[in-house]
């Protein structure tokens, strides 16, 4: 049984961070790439950051290239999105996304985190 869960979300004020979790199981962590996406009220979901879990490589969004930083600990099945100097645009709801990398269709989502930025 596959499950993608997301943690750590919340209210932040400008200017701070947190760190988003997603813990996994039920499949071979390795063999995905492991994505974040971001979708606000009124907007499309949107990709934040993606990372190969076998190489570590990583791309992120241009709005949060230097801002937010996503990595992986294999060991537990886990990655992570760190976001500093949060501002209220970040605002939205943060899912996971595990995709088989030579399976486009072999995909798992989360069921999201919100993070509300606001004085």
């Known amino acids: 049984q596959v499950q993608v869960v997301e943690s750590g979300g919340g209210l932040v004020q400008p200017g701070g961070s947190l760190r988003l979790s997603c813990v996994t199981s039920?499949?071979?962590?390795?063999?995905?790439?492991m994505s974040w996406y971001r979708q606000a009220p009124g907007k499309e979901r949107e990709l934040v950051a993606v990372?190969?879990?076998?190489?570590?490589?990583?791309t992120y969004a241009d709005s949060v290239k230097d801002q937010f930083t996503i990595s992986t600990d294999n060991a537990k099945n886990t990655v992570y999105l760190q976001m500093n100097s949060l501002k209220p645009e970040d605002t939205a709801v943060y899912y996971c996304?595990?995709?088989?990398?030579?399976?486009?269709?072999?995909?798992?989502w989360g069921q999201g985190t919100q993070v509300t930025v606001s004085s």
């Open positions: 996304k595990a995709r088989l990398r030579w399976s486009l269709s072999t995909l798992y």
């Open positions: 039920g499949f071979i962590f390795s063999d995905y790439d």
């Open positions: 990372i190969d879990t076998s190489g570590g490589s990583a």
